[in-house]
């Protein structure tokens, strides 16, 4: 009996904090299908009373979405300039990084620790440091106001060959060196054994990599002037100034996208052994 | 033989060289101009007089001391809270996989997607203070003040539990049972279990999963951008917001001294961090 | 069992963002259906410009003094430039001088207006051409010469010159505005005419350098949100 009734608490307890973790996004999306004029009504700010929960839409209702989806082509284009500046950081991050985790892992060459140094060095530091050295360069390469100056800096970062390294360290040498015997080559040996192997840490660095720069925020303020090449990251706070009554449904379409890619990799993500 | 050697050293270097290229052209070379401008006053070597200047700057000091607040008691937190609900985790037989998507949600989720939530939740006639003055407290201001700096750790809390709590569990997980029974039988009771052999079994998780959290923590500025702005409550004003106000009027002398300075402090916290690490590990 | 589940996804995320690209492209055509659509101009400071044109024939000089050396031609105007036709104003003229036997050549020059009356639907001017004021040539005007009459004469400043048709029944303007998400609303602003000529006014009102509203293609009303053309 006493056994019962704790592990009727522990599950309580488990919902409980499920909920807490769930909590704001589920607000977020139940939010999300009140009509405009609902959501205005809920949450003027007013000196009168206190905002009160409100969960569960009075009427069920699409027209944030209809609003935001086709009666504000200027959040469509932000939407764009999140995925602009995100996919290319992704993938030339992870392919660099493949390529040099690889290098750093399973070849000898002069210099080799040293260099390796400098990737652990540069984890470390945090964007308040190496923003400046990010805008000498941008600057120097008349890149400030594109999206470039965006993308270059996070795609080359230490996080994706530091991360990848962690993984192939366990990858055996033997493995590696039977491959080379047989007469693959080494591009060849990383994308049939190493990479296939390190599944895990490739689908970490893509879902880091891509919440990182789809949440971009201190680059975008200092490197673009220009408000039509803000990615949503900036720009979807400033609705909530605005233009309210659709905040919720914006925030929901903005998190479909790394929703999407966590999904994919879910099962090697989870899986992350260190 | 010597041949193979210098075939391998040369694809492995030609491997590395595009993230070598990058992270020189963008970090490393320039990195090496802001040393120019951080000795320099408009082309003439001046010494420590920027830095003298820097170090005279009250909002420097300011944003230190906020970060420093910020980092002490946020990174001890978001370590040992997913730590817990990990070990309250591993205690259920049969744990599904679901549920461990549901923790990984606030990582997923951007952070300007909730921003409103937690805007309607916590602000001055928000949901919150609508609870507590119904329970007959009196409403707290969370976004000045004192309040300011516990609501960011909150939210940086909230959100990187997530993976820390699949790395603990994955670690947890990894753990050999019969050891724990072992040391349970022997009449060690449950917080000796914890202290003298979970931990000890996890510290590579643990130092990477510090690690973690030391990098997100740098982040922290998204949030408080998004909730505050450029200039926030004194309480919760950052590097980052110090170093971008400088952007704002190209102070290239203060910023370049305060990104050397920056960088000779953390590179110092981090090498003490690591060489403890290395030591308690051996 | 887990591959079907990634293809899965791909397809959604693949088919996101197909409807999210196109969604993006048809966005403006969506809102190029559903709201007016309206041409702009803008007002700004200067003043009313009058043309006077018309075309006479040289007469003999009616008036009470015999001078060979002058003509003199009758022409009318409309009402409008009541004000700036007055004696002794400047018309400015050309003039068909015969240089040769049935060779005609325009020359410059201007008459001072001596005569002023009141005529049916405008007013009646007679002005007179002194032959030396003929641009430096020997060959003069004749009677029965043709001249044409090519005057412009211009008000006084004004703040505001608008197009007259973009002023609503005569008593206010649309202007644009943009707000920070680049929509454009149209706010109607009251003017009061001060003075107009064939197409422009000279009103009184606030609102400085914005757009003003030309025509539209669908009634508009005050804060209405529009798409501005070109």
Known sequence: MKKRIISILKYLLLIFIVLLFLLPIIYMLANSFMSTEEISEAYTASTEHYLSFHLIPDRFSLEQYYQAFLRRPQFLKLFWNSILITVPVVAIQTLVSSFAAFAFTKFRFPMRDALFFIFIILLILPSWVTMVPNYMMIQRLSLLDTLWSLILPSAFTAFGVCLLRQYMRYIPDETIEAARLDGASAIGILFKIVLPQVKGGIAALMILSFIDSWNMVEQVIVFISDREKYPLSVALSEYAGTDPGIVFACGVIFMIPPLLLYLYHSKEFKNAKV | ????????????????????????????????????????????????????????????????????????????????????????????????????????????????????????????????????????????????????????????????????????????????????????????NRLQVITKIVLPLLRPTTFFVILLTVISSFKIFREVYLLYGMYPDENVYMIQHFMNNNFANLNYPRLSAASIVLSVVIIAVMLVFFLFERRSSE | MKSTIKSIIIRISIAFLIIVALLTYFSGTIDNYLLPHVSV??????????????????????????????????????????????????????????????????????????????????????????????????????????????????????????????????????????????????????????????????????????????????????????????
């Open chain 2, 1 to 188: 033989m010597m041949k193979l050697k210098s075939k391998q050293a040369i694809t492995g270097i030609a491997f590395a060289l595009p993230a070598l290229v990058g992270v020189f052209v963008f970090y490393l070379i320039p990195y090496c101009i802001s040393l120019y401008y951080g000795f320099t006053l408009q082309n003439e070597f001046v010494g420590l007089e920027n830095f003298s200047l820097l170090m005279r700057s009250n909002t420097f000091w300011l944003s230190m001391k906020n970060t420093a607040v910020f980092s002490l008691i946020a990174i001890p937190l978001a370590v040992a809270v997913p730590f817990l609900i990990a070990l309250f985790l591993s205690t259920f037989e049969r744990f599904s996989d679901f549920f461990s998507s549901l923790f990984l949600s606030p990582l997923i989720v951007p952070i300007a997607s909730v921003i409103y939530v937690w805007q309607i939740l916590f602000s001055d006639y928000g949901i919150i203070n609508g609870i507590l003055t119904k329970c007959g407290a009196d409403p707290v201001q969370f976004f000045k003040g004192k309040w300011a700096m516990a609501l960011i750790i909150l939210i940086f809390v909230w959100k990187n539990c997530a993976y820390n709590i699949i790395l603990f569990s994955a670690g947890l997980k990894k753990m050999p049972r019969d050891v724990m029974e072992f040391a349970r039988l022997d009449g060690a």
């Open chain 3, 41 to 230: 101009t803008f007002g700004g400071e200067g003043s009313l410009k009058y043309d006077l044109q018309t075309v006479s024939v040289f007469e003999e000089n009616s008036s009470d003094y015999d001078d060979s050396e002058t003509l003199c031609f009758r022409f009318e105007c409309e009402k409008e430039l009541d004000h700036f036709v007055q004696m002794g104003s400047l018309v400015s003229l050309q003039a068909s001088v015969e240089v040769a036997e049935n060779e005609y050549a325009l020359r410059e020059g201007a008459a001072v207006i001596v005569e002023k009356r009141e005529a049916q639907d405008g007013i009646e001017c007679t002005a007179e051409l002194k032959k030396m004021d003929i641009a430096g040539d020997e060959k003069m005007p004749a009677v029965g010469d043709e001249v044409l009459i090519d005057t412009e004469f211009e008000s006084q400043p004004y703040r505001h010159i608008v197009m007259k048709s973009a002023i609503q029944n005569g008593s206010f303007v649309y202007l644009v505005t943009k707000d920070a998400d680049e929509k454009r609303y149209v706010h109607e602003v009251p003017v009061t005419i001060l003075e107009e000529s064939d197409f422009y006014a000279a009103v009184e009102m606030s609102g400085d350098s914005l757009p003003i509203v030309l025509s539209s293609t669908k009634e508009i009303h005050d804060g209405q949100r529009v798409i501005v053309d070109g």
